[in-house]
């Protein structure tokens, strides 16, 4: 018997069923990057693997545990991308996109990394992202995050909170760092072994912990904001004044760090408690410091990825989903009907943008055709026989709601197919 195969585990299928949710979130997206002059850019899915590991830090769980890296047939080291940022940076410094005038890049795709699958992780996951290079004001970090909110009130998404924090700059982390290993390693007996182990590699991952007695613990530990200096507050400060001139709703997170270890300043999360564990839906901060690790003169920059996956899991679930939008689907009795109703549908869809039409393919009974034309989710029977043809007419069937079927000449079914276009629009 010849063997089946199935998708590599935690990498899945996108169906058909499926994908009309996914364009509709893609659209809005789109369309707003493109409100705030964002132009897309697509880099590579496999990167030296250098790019991601001096970008993103060698004492990361991405780096250490979970990038598909592997040797090519000239022995150079590949990764495939587990974020998008840093490939974008390279991108950019390798094709002089940079040091004029503030740049605003946008991307999307498909990101690999070797996690334990569950619900709303996987291996292959798709973001978007957004990035602004050249502008260090706490005014481009506002425009980003109100860029967020629009996003959100396009779909449709209310129940969706931001958090905020400030990790400083370099030197600010470093001393809170040292400030909160002292600490922790006073409680080490109470941590648990992944507490322990990031202790010593990566401590303010510690910040991100989910058990009941590292959250008590961390309720006595010093605070970020504790540490930073009078630029660091200052650009905080003026953040958090914008956005409540653009009356942005947030909450102050403490706890918050990113996962790599490119980010300064100000970071943000949207989160979500319908999702459960994996309420994140949108993240990022600033990383004044990655233009140079990738080889360019210092540059600041800042941006935000989100996770579509999350994005449609949660679009579902409080029902907005995309529109197939699959119009009408004709059907044709008879070698001429079959003729004259392709012919027509071309002419149909010449007239009326936006009118997506599918002929039977094939032969069929009427029955069988009908039912064709139910399972393909069409809102409306194109009908021609050979009465039909003869008269040079077209019947109209509603499929989805009522509605007298109607005959239309064939000379007038534009003009009415455009009124039926506009009034379901509205």
Not at 116 to 130: E, I, L, S, Y
Not at 223 to 237: C, P
Not at 305 to 322: D, F, P, Q, S
Not at 406 to 411: G, K, P, R, S, V
Request: hydrophobic share 40%; aromatic share 8%; proline share 3%.
């Amino acid at each position: 018997m010849t063997q089946t195969y199935r998708s590599i585990r935690g990498m899945h299928d996108i169906l058909p069923g499926d994908i009309a949710t996914w364009q509709r979130l893609e659209s809005v997206v789109r369309d707003v990057l493109a409100q705030y002059g964002f132009r897309e850019i697509r880099t590579p899915l496999l990167e030296r693997t250098e790019v991601f590991t001096r970008a993103i830090g060698q004492a990361t769980d991405v780096v250490e545990k979970e990038m598909y890296t592997f040797d090519d047939r000239n022995g150079d080291s590949l990764s495939l991308r587990p974020e998008g940022t840093a490939g974008v940076v390279r991108a950019a410094l390798q094709n002089g996109l940079l040091y004029a005038a503030p740049e605003r890049l946008w991307y999307r795709g498909p990101m690999f990394r070797h996690e334990r699958p569950q619900k709303g992780r996987t291996r292959q996951f798709h973001q978007v992202g957004a990035e602004v290079f050249g502008a260090e004001g706490p005014d481009v970090d506002a425009e980003l995050l109100a860029m967020g909110e629009r996003i959100w009130a396009r779909l449709g998404l209310d129940d969706v909170r931001l958090e905020l924090n400030s990790l400083g700059n370099a030197e600010e982390r470093v001393a809170y760092r040292e400030s909160l290993v002292t600490y922790m390693a006073r409680h080490e007996d109470a941590l648990d072994e992944d507490s322990r182990s990031r202790l010593q590699r990566n401590p303010l991952r510690i910040l991100d912990s989910k058990i009941p007695e590292v959250q008590a613990l961390l309720a006595e530990a010093p605070k970020m904001t504790d540490f930073l200096g009078e630029a660091s507050r200052a650009h905080f400060d003026g953040l958090r004044e914008h956005l409540a001139r653009l009356g942005i709703a947030y909450t102050l997170n403490p706890r918050l760090v990113r996962g790599l270890d490119y980010y300064c300043h100000a970071v943000f999360e949207w989160v979500t408690d319908d999702l459960g564990a994996q309420g994140t839906i949108c993240a990022g901060g600033r990383y004044d410091g990655l233009v140079e690790l990738q080889g360019g003169k210092p540059w600041p920059a800042t941006g935000f990825a989100m996770g579509l996956e999350r994005l449609v899991a949660l679009m579902e679930l409080v029902g907005v989903t995309g529109d197939e939008s699959l119009h009408g689907y004709v059907v044709m009795a008879g070698e001429r009907a079959k003729a004259e109703g392709m012919a027509l549908a071309e002419r149909l869809r010449d007239q009326v943008p936006g009118l997506n039409l599918v002929c039977n393919a094939g032969q069929g009974s009427f029955k069988s055709q009908f039912k064709r034309a139910d399972r393909s989710g069409a809102a409306l029977a194109l009908v021609l026989g050979e009465d039909e043809v003869g008269s040079r007419t077209v019947a109209v069937k509603f499929l989805r709601e009522d509605g007298e079927q109607i005959t239309l000449d064939w000379d007038r079914a534009a003009a009415w197919f455009s009124d039926w276009l506009e009034r379901r629009a509205a």
